[in-house]
Every structure is written in structure tokens, then in C-alpha cells.
């Protein structure tokens, strides 16, 4: 399809209502199958092209992400930077989404007849994009359902300990605790500074907690409330070394750090995608290392829970919305075609502009660290004399941009939270700094 085609047949979308725009995909003629089917070879098409003038350049400008972002369906001018509770899909994500489940209102024979043996292909797909097997995956609903599979399927003993962080998101305090009240285990929370300073300020903290009843460390990988990337490669190596699971929390990891397992080491890895990889709502991973599966029961069972050989023992849910799964896939090519690297380092590079930035305002203080090893795409701060919502509200009513608040003002952590995602650009970064600057200056 030539760029003409491509212009052509976007324009040919042009001016329909996002009502009247449903109402085409979801009508009676097959011709919307076949307009879902070249909207999405369209986009990949025009990536494919600004790929090429981009070759020989890893870390493109503005211009070239400014492109990408076209390929998202913000309406009113909407700035989102809150990537950490839900982000958006591209398009080619949303047209795969509603082109599965058109089926289920046209032929739902197809539903259990066909689509389930392409489960298979997005596992081999999401694999590949973690540098997993395929048989250590496991296709969740979200970050919460992996980190309940994990802690509710270990034989732990009365007595037994797990360590986690003083900064762990409900979904991987809540297990372990659950856990504590029905089997006796010991639940120890490790002190994490705001922010920590170095790698051995962690590592060393978990290191000198471990006891003789120590089984498992489970730790956010992304910390949702500083935006701290945990070591998890040096904390499994610590852990491997005395015999010790490790878990790790990476609900924000997977599209926003260029994942991978064989290096970072954990036993299990659980992630939210439809957070940072542009997936829907209602998909999840959750990696069980081969070594680590024996020691794992499922949790829910169904036939194949106790004949099936690898990780799909614990994804024996029955039926599935598969137009999810499908759409997760999508979401894995659009990344994919833009590059998980190039990813990793335009979420870093504007997250760097944004810390270095606010650290000149006064006022300001960082809870997120500048060191790139420790941070990436999850930036928190806050601001003496303005309240959060305060800050969450202006950002939104004077320029539309979306960011919320995060922590806990006890803890000492309470503030709001910055989503740097790549299809946002400096313009953005410094019309929120500008809001930020506004209120500080009048506090």
C-alpha cells in the first residue's frame, strides 16, 4: 500500500463520530472485517516507512515519535500521563479487539472452534518479547491474579518467612497476608528509602533480613508509589544463592522496560500489559521460571491442571474473552515494529528531562531516583505547600493532562505520579512544569 493509499484510506474514516465509527465496525456487512484488516496493515505500513528514515538512529527526535502518536485515539487534546493505572491502545490494538469480538456476535461457533488454537501464537509471541519460553508463560487477567497464583500455590509451613518492601502495591501485600492467616507464615517488610541511593542500599537491607526460615522475597519490580526499579537481577542472584524464591511485581514493566528474563533471573515474574505495552484491560503475564514450576500448585483448577507439563497448568481457566488475548498480540507487533530498546530509552530520556527539570523548581521534592538503573518510565514528586489533588487537578483543567496521585502522607510518600510514555513529547513535559512551576511559585 502506497503512502497515497494510506492517506486515502484514513481519510476515508474522517468525520465519522466515535458512535458512528462502532456502528460501522460492529454492522452486518463483511466489508468492516476487511477496512479493520487494512487499517492495520496501513499503520504497520507507515511505521515500516518512518522506520526507514530512522535506520541508522536508535534514539530518534520528536518528529518521529510525534508520528507514532497518531496512531493513538486521544480525543479533545488529552495529554495522558498516567500510563501507570491504565494506558491507551494504538489503533491497530483496538481494530484486532473489536474485530474478535464482532465474531462472537456473528459466528460465536468460530469463538470455540477456532480462535482458541491462536492463544498459542500470542504466547509464542509474548515469549519472544520477554526472552521466555513459551512454556513459562502464562496468560493472566492482571498483575493481582499472577501474584495470588504465586503465593497461593507454594507449600508454605507455619513459621515460614517471606520478605517484601515497605513500599509494595495491595496486590503483593494482601496474598502474603491472606496466606499468614490461614497457614501461619511470617510476613517482613524491608525498609526502602524515597529515594533509595544506590543498588546496595537494597540489596544489602533484603541481604542481612534473611534468616533460616526465609523461602521467598517478593518485591515490586516497578514500584508503583516512588517509581524505583528494584534490582531484581542482583536480588536473584542473592536469593538463588540460598535457595530462596523470588517474586517480583512488574505490573509496569512490560512495555516500558525491554524485558528479560533469562536476565533478570526471578522465578516469577507477574505484569499488567495494559498498562505501558497499549493491550486492553483484562490481559496479563505471569512467567513461572521451568526450574521454579514444580514447587508451584494452580490455583484454579480444570481439566489439564495435572497433566500439563509446563505453565499452562496454571492457566487452566476455562473460557476465556480470547479478543483480549488476540488484541495483547497486537500489541506486542506495535511494539515490536517500533523497537523494545528505542522504547526503553525514549521513556527514559523524557522521564530524565522531567526529574532534571523539577529538580530547579522550588520547592520540589523527587521521590523517584535520577539514576536510570533505579528508574525509568514512573516519576513521583511532590511540592511543599500544594496539595496533590491540587496539583492533579490544574494540570487537568488548565491543560488537559492526566496524572494522579500516589502514597500515603503517614508514610511520608504521599504525592502525584508523572507517566512518561513514548508518544509523549517535551511540549507536554514542559506544559505540565510550567503548572508545577505556577503553583509552587504561590504556595
Known amino acids: 500500500m502506497t503512502r497515497h493509499e494510506q492517506v486515502a484510506l484514513a481519510k476515508s474514516f474522517e468525520g465519522y463520530s466515535r458512535r458512528n465509527f462502532m456502528r460501522m465496525l460492529l454492522g452486518s456487512s463483511a466489508l468492516s472485517l476487511v477496512a479493520l484488516n487494512r487499517l492495520n496493515a496501513a499503520v504497520y505500513e507507515g511505521l515500516a516507512s518512518l522506520n526507514q528514515d530512522y535506520l541508522q538512529d536508535p534514539s530518534p527526535d520528536g518528529t518521529y515519535w510525534d508520528a507514532v502518536r497518531e496512531h493513538f485515539m486521544f480525543e479533545d487534546g488529552l495529554i495522558m500521563m498516567n500510563n501507570g493505572t491504565i494506558g491507551p491502545m494504538p489503533r491497530p490494538v483496538f481494530h484486532t479487539l473489536v474485530k474478535y469480538f464482532r465474531m462472537q456476535c456473528t459466528n460465536p461457533y468460530d469463538c470455540y472452534n477456532f480462535l482458541p488454537s491462536k492463544r498459542e501464537d500470542v504466547r509464542t509471541r509474548l515469549a519472544s518479547f520477554i526472552n521466555a519460553s513459551p512454556d513459562e508463560v502464562v496468560l493472566t487477567r492482571n498483575t493481582t491474579e499472577g501474584m495470588n497464583f504465586v503465593a497461593n500455590g507454594l507449600d508454605l509451613q507455619s513459621g515460614d518467612e517471606v520478605l517484601m518492601s515497605s513500599m509494595e502495591h495491595p496486590a503483593g501485600i494482601h496474598p502474603w497476608r491472606l496466606k499468614a492467616e490461614r497457614h501461619g507464615i511470617t510476613v517482613r517488610d524491608i525498609p526502602i528509602g524515597l529515594p533509595p ?122 473460557q ?65 505547600g500544594v496539595e496533590p489533588t491540587r496539583l492533579v487537578d490544574y494540570l487537568r483543567e488548565k491543560y488537559n493532562i492526566v496524572i494522579r496521585t500516589i502514597g500515603n502522607r503517614e508514610a511520608g510518600t504521599y504525592g502525584v505520579r508523572v507517566s512518561t510514555h513514548f508518544y509523549l513529547s517535551t511540549k507536554h513535559i514542559d506544559m505540565l512544569l510550567e503548572g508545577v512551576k505556577y503553583l509552587a511559585d504561590r504556595a
Open 320 to 384: 476465556r474473552a480470547d479478543p483480549i488475548i488476540f488484541a495483547l498480540g497486537e500489541a506486542i507487533d506495535f511494539q515490536n515494529i517500533i523497537g523494545r530498546e528505542r522504547i526503553e530509552r525514549r521513556v527514559k530520556t523524557l522521564a530524565g528531562y522531567l526529574k532534571t527539570e523539577l529538580s530547579g523548581i522550588r520547592g520540589v521534592r523527587l521521590h523517584t531516583s535520577p539514576d536510570p538503573y533505579l528508574s525509568a518510565g514512573l516519576t513521583a514528586f511532590s511540592v511543599e
Open 197 to 318: 541511593q544506590s543498588v546496595e542500599e537494597i540489596t544489602d537491607a533484603f541481604e542481612q533480613a534473611i534468616t533460616p526460615r526465609t523461602k521467598v522475597i517478593s518485591i515490586s519490580h516497578t514500584v508503583y508509589i516512588s517509581g524505583l526499579i528494584a534490582p531484581i537481577r542482583e536480588l536473584s542472584r542473592i536469593a538463588r544463592e540460598r535457595g530462596i524464591l523470588l517474586l517480583a511485581d512488574s505490573a509496569h514493566g512490560l512495555g516500558m522496560l525491554d524485558l528479560d528474563m533469562k536476565e533478570l533471573g526471578a522465578d516469577f515474574l507477574s505484569s499488567s500489559p495494559y498498562k505501558w505495552l497499549g493491550a486492553p484491560t483484562g490481559s496479563g503475564l505471569l512467567y513461572v521460571r521451568k526450574e521454579a514450576q514444580d514447587r508451584l500448585w494452580p490455583t484454579i483448577a480444570s481439566s489439564g491442571w495435572d497433566s500439563r507439563e509446563s505453565a499452562r497448568r496454571f492457566e487452566t481457566l476455562g
